[in-house]
C-alpha cells in the first residue's frame, strides 16, 4: 500500500494519465530512485517529478508533462 504522499502523487496524476496509469508511474518511478510507494518522501519529490516528466512526455506531450511534475514538485 502505498503512502499519503504516493497517494496524492497518484491522485495528482490520475485525470491526466488515468488511475492504472498513475499508479503504475508512480511505481515504477518510486522504484527507479531507490525506494517504494511506502517510504518515498517530500526529499525524494524533485528526483520523482524529473523522471515523471520525461515518462509523460511520449503520453501526454511535454507541455503537460512539465505541468504535472511541477504540480508534483510541489505537494507537501
Do not use: F, H, Y
Not at 508512480?26 to 525506494?35: A, P, Q
Not at 511506502?38 to 501526454?60: E, H
Amino acid at each position: 500500500m502505498a503512502n499519503e504522499l504516493a497517494q496524492s502523487i497518484e491522485q495528482t496524476l490520475g485525470p491526466l494519465v488515468g488511475v492504472v496509469l498513475a499508479s503504475v508511474s508512480v511505481d515504477l518511478e518510486t522504484k527507479r530512485i531507490g525506494k517504494d510507494p511506502d517510504t518515498v518522501n517530500i526529499l525524494d519529490l524533485p528526483a520523482l517529478a524529473d523522471n515523471l516528466a520525461v515518462q509523460l512526455r511520449l503520453l501526454v506531450g511535454r507541455e503537460m508533462a512539465e505541468a504535472a511534475a511541477q504540480q508534483v514538485r510541489m505537494l507537501r
